[in-house]
C-alpha cells in the first residue's frame, strides 16, 4: 500500500479548485488496511462538489467503515484539467482517504444517479487501470459494481460493470462484504466464482449470467444463461428507517459544495404516484423515520458540524407526519441555541405548504419554488400530479401575501397525449400567477422553467413514446411566442438534446454499451456538464453501431415487448404499471395509497412491507388529491382571478 | 459597533490544506466559531453574517503560519483578558478546525483598531523552488535586487499590462548559502515583500527570477505593520498576552 499523495501534490498547483482532491473532510476517516478486511472505494462519477453531499454514499461509507471486515474510502470523477495532468504524470484513480491506487481495492462501487454520467465512469474504470469491458478484466483486478437509481435498467452498462445492486444499499452491503470476503480468503482464483456468488445475494444482478434477445417481441429483453441466474431479481428494501439514524457524522467539506448543509432523511419512498416519476415508483412503500429521531439527528448534526442550514430531505417533504412539530422544535431552539435555517426542498403545492415555508424562513424571502408540472388539469391528471387549481393559485396567493417576491415553477412538456393547447397553458397559467403577484408587489417575478419529458424504466409511462428534440423545440417556441410581452415572466427550459441522450441510456438495452464506449473514446465525460455536452458525439455513435435515437429513446414500445429491464424488480407488478398507464392515456386520476385503499402495486404486498407512517390521516391542507373533490378541480377560483378590486 | 471588544486571532494554514481558498477559509472559521458556541455579532440586514474580517488572501495553495482574522464579539467580555481562558479557547478552536489550521495566538483588541486590511503593508515569504541550482538562484537574486525596475505582465479585466514590482520587494536572500554541487534539489529563499501600493504573489516573484524557475511551495511566515519606522506583528498591537505560539502546530501540519 504506497500513498500516492507525493506525485499528486505536485499536480494541485496547477489544476482548477485543488481542494477537490486532498480529502480531509470533517467526518473523513482513515481506514486502516489488512488482512481480513473487505476494501470498497465508493466512487461518485461526478464531481466532488456535485458527489460529495450523495447521502447515500455517506450512509454506505459509514456503515462499511463501522464493521470489523471492511472499509471503504471514497474517489469522485477528477475534472479534464487534473484528469489530463494525472494521465500525463501516471497516477491513476485514487481515493482521497489514503490517497490509494483504485487498483488497492477489493471492489470499486459506482453510485448511478443520472444517466448521463455513463461515459465517466467508462472513465473511471479506465483511470483506475482496468479494462474497461468486465470479461476482460483479470481475477485479481477489483470488482465494479454499482448502484443507484439507475441500476434499474443495468443494461447499457452491462458489458462493463460486474454486478449492481437494487434498491435499499443499507443491509445488501454487508452481504455482498461477507461473499466478497469467503471469496478472496479461497484465493479468489476465478472471477466467475465470485459472479456467481453475488447473484446469490438478494437484490445483486449479475449481467454476465444472462443473455439479450437477439430479435423480435424479445429484442433487448433480458434472459437468464446460467443456473445461478436467478429469473427476476427483486430490490432490497429496508423496513425501519429508524433503525438507520446515517450519516451519524455527515462529511463537512473544506471547500464549496452543492447542498452545503446538514441534511437528514425524513422519510423515504413516495406514493403521490406521479406516473413520471421514476424516484417516487423505485423507492416504495412510504417509510418514515420517527419524529423524535429527526430532532435528534438535527441536534446533534448542528453541534457536530457548525452548520446553520438543515434540510429535511425527502421526496415531498411537506408529506411528513411530524413536520409541524420538526420545524417547531428547530425555529423554538429545542435542536441548539444558536439560530438556523430549514430547507424544505419537495414542496407539495398548497397554502399549508406556503404557510410552512413562511415560518421558517426567519429572514430573507427570496423565492420559494413550486413543481405543477402540468399547464392543465387534464395533462396534471395524465401524469397524475393531482394539483387543483385552487391550491394552485391558493398557494401562489399566500406565497406573495407573506412577502415572497420571485415564484419558480417547474413544468414538464413532452408528456403523453399532450396537445399544443396544453403547452400553451402552461404560459397562461404563469401569466396569471404574476397577475396574483402584482396585488402584493410592483415587479413579482414568476419563473417558469420547462423540461423535456424522458420515460423512466419501473414507471407506467415506460412504454410512452418520447419527444425528439425537433418536437421539444416546437414546443418551447410555442411557449416563448405565448409569454412574450408578459412583464415578470420569464421561461427557461432544459436542452432537448440532452434530454433525448438521458432518454437513450434510461431505456436502452444492451447493444448501448458499445454506443457509450465509443463516445467515451471520442472524449465524452462529463455529458450532464453542458460546455461538454455533444448530440453529435451520441449520433456518430449510435449510426457507428446501426442504431439511431427513434429506436432506442424516442419510439413507444409494444405492450407484449421484452424491456431490458423486466427481469428487474423495483417490486412493482408490470400489469399494475399497464393498467396505471391506461388510467393515465384516459386521464384518470388515482390517490395517495397512504391514505386510501390500496391498489395492489406490488410494492408492500409481495415484500410483506406496510407503509411506516406515523399518522394515518392526511396532512392539514389535504391537498394534492387527498380528500379533495376532483371533479370540480379545474375550476379557476373566481377570488384568486377576479380582478384586484374584486377581493 | 465601536464599543464593542474583537479578539484578532493568529493562525497557521499548513500541509494538505493549503489547497483550500481564501473563502472556504472563511467559510470554515464561521463553523468552528459556532462549534464553540463563542458569541460573535452579526451583520445587520436581510442575511445576518457573523462579523469575522480576514487580512490579506493567502493565495490558494500557499501556506502560512501568520494568517489573522479580527472576530467582532457579541458584547464586550472582560472574560478575554485572561490569558487562560484565551489560551482554552485557541485549543477548542484549533479542535473545531480542519486538520493543518491552528490557532497560534490570540488577544483582545478594542474596537477602536484599525482593520488588518488597512493596517498590514509588509509580508515575509519563504519560498521553495526547482528547476534552477542554489547558486544560479544566488546570481539571479542580485540581479533581481541591483535593477532599478523590474517588468512583469499581469492580467485584469482580460487585459495584459507590464507593471513594474522592484518598488515592492523590500528584500531578497538564500536562507543558506548555496552548497556548490547542489545539483536539481530545490532551495529555499527569503522574501520580504510589500503590500502597497500593488502587492506581489510568490509566484510573480519566481517567475521575474526566470521563466525555469518553479515555486514549488511558498509559506508565508509574517504579516507587518509599520509605524513610525518600525515593524509590529498584528498581535501586539496593544501588547496585549495571547495563547502564544504553539510550536507543534508546524510539525503536526506538515
Same mark, same amino acid.
Given at each position: ?30 481506514? $486502516? ?12 462519477? #461526478? ?101 443507484? =437509481?439507475?441500476? &434499474? ?10 454486478? &449492481? ?9 454487508? #452481504? ?19 459472479? $456467481? ?80 416519476? /421514476? ?13 423524535? /429521531? ?57 397554502? &399549508? ?67 399544443? $393547447? #396544453? ?70 427550459? =432544459? ?71 423486466? =427481469? ?7 400489469? &399494475? ?71 | ?126 519560498? $521553495? ?23 512583469? /505582465? ?57 521563466? #525555469? ?8 511566515? /509574517? ?24 510550536? =507543534? ?6
Amino acid at each position: 500500500m504506497r500513498s500516492l499523495w507525493p506525485s499528486i501534490e505536485p499536480l494541485l498547483d496547477r489544476v482548477s479548485k485543488p481542494a477537490r482532491y486532498i480529502g480531509g473532510e470533517q467526518g473523513a476517516q482513515v481506514p $486502516e488496511h489488512g488482512p481480513g478486511k473487505v476494501s470498497w472505494l465508493l466512487v461518485y462519477p #461526478d464531481t466532488y462538489e456535485i458527489g460529495l453531499p450523495n447521502q447515500g454514499l455517506q450512509i454506505l461509507y459509514e456503515l462499511l467503515n463501522e464493521r470489523p471486515d471492511a472499509l471503504a474510502e471514497r474517489s469522485y470523477a477528477p475534472w479534464v484539467d487534473m484528469e489530463e495532468a494525472m494521465r500525463l504524470a501516471g497516477i491513476p484513480l485514487f481515493s482521497l482517504e489514503n490517497h490509494l491506487a483504485a487498483t488497492e481495492f477489493d471492489l470499486l462501487a459506482f453510485n448511478l444517479s443520472a444517466e448521463l454520467v455513463y461515459t465517466n465512469v467508462l472513465n473511471l474504470i479506465d483511470l483506475a487501470g482496468l479494462e474497461i469491458r468486465s470479461s476482460a478484466r483479470r481475477a485479481e483486478d477489483p470488482l465494479v459494481i454499482a448502484g443507484g =437509481h439507475c441500476a &434499474f435498467n443495468a443494461e447499457p452498462l452491462a458489458d462493463f460493470v460486474d454486478a &449492481f445492486v437494487l434498491g435499499d444499499g443499507e443491509e445488501v452491503v454487508g #452481504d455482498i462484504t461477507e461473499v466478497v470476503g469467503s471469496w478472496l480468503a479461497g484465493g479468489h482464483a476465478e472471477r466467475a466464482e465470485a459472479l $456467481e456468488a453475488l447473484a446469490s445475494i438478494e437484490g445483486v444482478y449479475v449481467p454476465a449470467l444472462y443473455t439479450m434477445g437477439a430479435k423480435g417481441v424479445a429484442l433487448g429483453g433480458v434472459f437468464p444463461a446460467s443456473r445461478a441466474a436467478p429469473g427476476e431479481v427483486l430490490k432490497r428494501t429496508i423496513t425501519d428507517l429508524g433503525a438507520w439514524p446515517y450519516p451519524k457524522r455527515q462529511l463537512v467539506p473544506l471547500t464549496e459544495v452543492v447542498h452545503d448543509r446538514l441534511n437528514v432523511e425524513v422519510f423515504r419512498g413516495c406514493t403521490r404516484g406521479c406516473r413520471f416519476c /421514476q424516484a417516487g415508483m423505485v423507492t416504495r412503500p412510504v417509510r418514515e423515520r420517527p419524529g423524535e /429521531q429527526v430532532k435528534e439527528m438535527i441536534r446533534s448534526g448542528l453541534e457536530r458540524t457548525g452548520y446553520d442550514d438543515v434540510a429535511l430531505t425527502s421526496l415531498s417533504t411537506a408529506d411528513f407526519s411530524s413536520i409541524e412539530d420538526t420545524v417547531a422544535a428547530v425555529m423554538g431552539g429545542e435542536c441548539g441555541d444558536q439560530p438556523v435555517s430549514v430547507s424544505l426542498p419537495s414542496l407539495r403545492v398548497d397554502a &399549508f405548504t406556503v404557510a410552512t415555508a413562511t415560518e421558517i424562513a426567519r429572514v430573507r424571502r427570496t423565492g420559494l419554488t413550486f413543481a405543477p408540472e402540468g399547464g392543465t388539469w387534464r395533462m396534471r391528471r395524465v401524469m397524475n400530479k393531482l394539483i387543483t387549481e385552487e391550491d394552485l393559485y391558493g398557494a401562489v396567493d399566500a406565497a406573495f401575501s407573506n412577502g415572497w417576491r420571485r415564484i419558480k415553477l417547474y413544468f414538464l412538456i413532452g408528456l403523453p397525449t399532450e396537445r399544443d $393547447e #396544453d403547452v400553451v397553458a402552461i404560459a397562461e397559467l404563469a401569466r396569471r400567477c404574476v397577475e396574483i403577484g402584482r396585488r402584493y408587489h410592483r415587479s413579482p417575478t414568476v419563473v417558469a422553467s420547462v423540461g423535456g419529458f424522458v420515460p423512466k424504466p419501473q414507471t407506467p409511462f415506460q412504454w410512452c413514446r418520447q419527444d425528439s428534440p425537433a418536437e421539444l423545440r416546437h414546443k418551447i417556441a410555442l411557449l416563448r411566442d405565448a409569454s412574450r410581452g408578459v412583464k415578470g415572466l420569464s421561461l427557461r427550459w =432544459h436542452d432537448p438534446e440532452a434530454s433525448a441522450v438521458e432518454g437513450l441510456a434510461s431505456r436502452g438495452d444492451r447493444r448501448l454499451g458499445a454506443v457509450i464506449e465509443r463516445v467515451w473514446r471520442a472524449g465524452g465525460t462529463f455529458q450532464e456538464w453542458s460546455e461538454r455536452f455533444d448530440l453529435a458525439k451520441w449520433e456518430e455513435a449510435l449510426s457507428a453501431e446501426g442504431l439511431s435515437l427513434e429506436e432506442v429513446a424516442l419510439r413507444a414500445r409494444d405492450e407484449d415487448e421484452a424491456l431490458p429491464w423486466d =427481469h428487474l424488480s423495483a417490486g412493482l407488478h408490470r400489469d &399494475f404499471l399497464w393498467s396505471d398507464l391506461q388510467d393515465a392515456l384516459a386521464a384518470v386520476a388515482v390517490e395517495d395509497c397512504r391514505w386510501t385503499p390500496c391498489y395492489d402495486c406490488g410494492a408492500c404486498t409481495d415484500a410483506g412491507l406496510e407503509h411506516v407512517v406515523a399518522s394515518n390521516v392526511p396532512p392539514a391542507g389535504g391537498s394534492q388529491g387527498t380528500g379533495q373533490d376532483l371533479a370540480a378541480a379545474d375550476r379557476v377560483p373566481v377570488r384568486f382571478l377576479g380582478r384586484a378590486g374584486a377581493r | 459597533m465601536s464599543t464593542a471588544d474583537r479578539l484578532r486571532i493568529r493562525f497557521s494554514k499548513l500541509g494538505k490544506v493549503r489547497f483550500t481558498s481564501h473563502r472556504d477559509v472563511a467559510r470554515m472559521w464561521e463553523r468552528a466559531l459556532r462549534r464553540t458556541g463563542l458569541p460573535v455579532a452579526t451583520s445587520m440586514g436581510f442575511n445576518p453574517r457573523p462579523l469575522l474580517a480576514f487580512g490579506l488572501a493567502l493565495p490558494t495553495g500557499a501556506e502560512s503560519l501568520a494568517e489573522y482574522l479580527d472576530v467582532t464579539l457579541g458584547a464586550t467580555d472582560r472574560r478575554w483578558n485572561d490569558p487562560v481562558a484565551l489560551g482554552l479557547l485557541a485549543t477548542s478552536l484549533s479542535e473545531a478546525l480542519p486538520e493543518g489550521i491552528d490557532v497560534v495566538a490570540a488577544a483582545t483588541i478594542s474596537g477602536s483598531v484599525d482593520s488588518l486590511q488597512q493596517e498590514v503593508t509588509l509580508c515575509s515569504w519563504d519560498l $521553495e523552488v526547482r528547476g534552477v541550482t542554489a547558486s544560479e538562484l544566488a546570481r539571479r537574486v542580485e540581479q533581481l535586487l541591483a535593477a532599478p525596475s523590474v517588468s512583469v /505582465q499581469r492580467e485584469r479585466k482580460g487585459r495584459t499590462f507590464d507593471d513594474d514590482l522592484r518598488p515592492a520587494v523590500r528584500s531578497l536572500s538564500l536562507s543558506q548559502p548555496p552548497e556548490p554541487g547542489s545539483g536539481d534539489a530545490p532551495t529555499w529563499f527569503r522574501a520580504e515583500l510589500a503590500t502597497r501600493p500593488r502587492g506581489v504573489r510568490p509566484r510573480e516573484l519566481a517567475e521575474a527570477l526566470g521563466t #525555469d524557475v518553479v515555486l514549488t511551495r511558498a509559506r508565508r511566515t /509574517q504579516q507587518w505593520i509599520e509605524r513610525d519606522g518600525t515593524r509590529w506583528e498584528p498581535l501586539n498591537v496593544e501588547h496585549r498576552v495571547g495563547a502564544g505560539i504553539a510550536p =507543534h502546530a508546524v510539525e503536526r501540519a506538515s
